[in-house]
């Protein structure tokens, strides 16, 4: 009896264990399974951030011969922040006030292409196109009044159903430093596609929109709808005193309907210091989820700035 049950003890502990070793290999297989399964979404995000960028049709990034493709380093950069790392990030940006008055005149020069802009001092600047949604930009401009947050806007003077009721809180916050607002052209045109001469005339049209909605000019910084240029359109930016034409280094893609996490995901996955993230008025998740945008900025030690804060180029003067 002692032997059969010793006997039955064994193949009770060998039973067990093959049944311990089983679940361990299906842990590990179902471990393996979801590592795999995030890695193939993290990819298809990266691809599709990628793959979009100011439109539904896909942008077009030119190589535009005698034009530097790219940000100014620091060294040629004054308006850099002084300091770096946790402390750099940390220290709340210095209040400035911009002192408006007569719209300064336009001053034609060779254009410069930027697709990010330094990275010492911890700074992104977050860039809002379009405006086609009304809510959305109201939303965008009472989030940035609450906070204090720097960004940019480039909108266009077809969706001025948007902007102007905004008018007046939009002047405030260039009055404080912590927006510029840049051209996008009135009619959101392809610029390769309607020629030079069409285009600097849109660009204009638009100009005028911005001096007479918000007592600003829109120069020296301008964003080609669709990421779409070429030389005829980089000559024509500089001569019209857009000398600065803004890409970007990272999008969240919400030229089209994106869900929060995905916007989120695409913070993480594109903000750096330096970078220039492009962002739309488009959509309700995008100005929904700014303030959380904002929040994990600040986890990631990195302070959203102006375009000219990070690039220079401010045609205003700042009284301190």
């Not at 890695?39 to 691809?47: C, D, E, K, M």
């Not at 493709?69 to 922040?81: E, L, N, P, Q, Y």
């Not at 009304?134 to 969706?159: E, K, M, Q, W």
């Not at 030079?196 to 964003?223: I, K, V």
Request: net charge positive.
């Amino acid at each position: 009896m002692p032997g059969r049950m010793s006997g039955f003890g064994e193949q009770e502990r060998l039973e067990r264990r093959a049944a311990m070793r089983q679940r361990t290999r299906r842990r590990r297989r179902q471990v393996t399974l979801a590592g795999l399964a995030l890695v193939v979404v993290l990819a298809g995000v990266a691809i599709g951030l990628a793959a979009s960028g100011g439109s539904s049709r896909p942008h077009v990034w030119t190589r535009v011969e005698g034009v530097n493709i790219g940000g100014r380093s620091a060294r040629t950069t004054g308006t850099a922040a002084r300091g770096s790392g946790a402390r750099g990030a940390a220290k709340a940006a210095p209040r400035v006030v911009v002192r408006l008055g007569a719209i300064p005149p336009a001053q034609p020069g060779p254009a410069r292409v930027y697709t990010q802009g330094p990275a010492r001092g911890r700074m992104v600047a977050l860039t809002f196109d379009d405006g086609l949604c009304a809510r959305c930009v109201a939303r965008i401009v009472d989030v940035l009044l609450r906070t204090g947050a720097h960004a940019t806007f480039f909108p266009n003077g077809r969706y001025a159903a948007s902007w102007d009721p905004q008018a007046a809180k939009i002047r405030t916050l260039v009055e404080r430093g912590q927006l510029i607002v840049g051209n996008h052209t009135f009619h959101h045109v392809d610029s390769p596609v309607v020629g030079s001469a069409a285009f600097a005339a849109d660009l204009q049209e638009n100009e005028q929109w911005l001096e007479h909605t918000f007592g600003l000019t829109g120069r020296p910084f301008f964003r080609p709808p669709y990421g779409a240029y070429d030389s005829g359109t980089v000559a024509a930016a500089g001569a019209a005193g857009y000398t600065h034409v803004i890409m970007w280094s990272g999008t969240v893609a919400d030229s089209n309907l994106r869900t929060i996490p995905y916007l989120l995901h695409a913070i993480r996955y594109w903000a750096r210091p330096g970078a220039i993230i492009l962002m739309h008025g488009n959509y309700p998740p995008t100005s929904i989820a700014l303030p959380r945008i904002l929040a994990l900025l600040r986890r990631m030690r990195l302070r959203p700035v102006t375009i000219s804060e990070l690039l220079g180029g401010s045609p205003y003067r700042a009284a301190r």
